[in-house]
C-alpha cells in the first residue's frame, strides 16, 4: 500500500501532541505516495527543502492511505 506524506508546521509553543491541521502554521502536502517505510523520511526531506520551515518551528508528519480518507457508508 502507498502513502502520501502530510507535514504540519507548528509554533514552538505548540505541544507536539497538539500539532495537527488545524493547529499548523503552515499544512503541505509532500508530492508522490511512498511505501510506509519511506513516508516519514519523504515529509521531513519535503518540510527541510520548502523554505517554510522556520528555526524553532515543530515539524510533525502524518502519512495517510488514500482509502483513510473514504466516508464510511
Given at each position: ?31 508522490g505516495m511512498y511505501h510506509l517505510s ?14 517554510i520551515v522556520k528555526d524553532g518551528d ?10 483513510q480518507f473514504r466516508k464510511a457508508g
Open positions: 500500500m502507498l502513502y502520501t506524506a502530510y507535514v504540519a508546521v507548528c509554533l514552538a509553543s505548540t505541544p507536539v501532541q497538539d500539532c495537527n491541521r488545524d493547529s499548523a502554521l503552515n499544512w503541505m502536502v509532500a508530492p519511506y513516508c516519514m523520511v519523504r515529509g521531513q526531506q519535503f518540510a527541510a527543502t520548502s523554505g515543530i515539524v510533525k508528519v502524518y502519512c495517510k492511505a488514500p482509502d
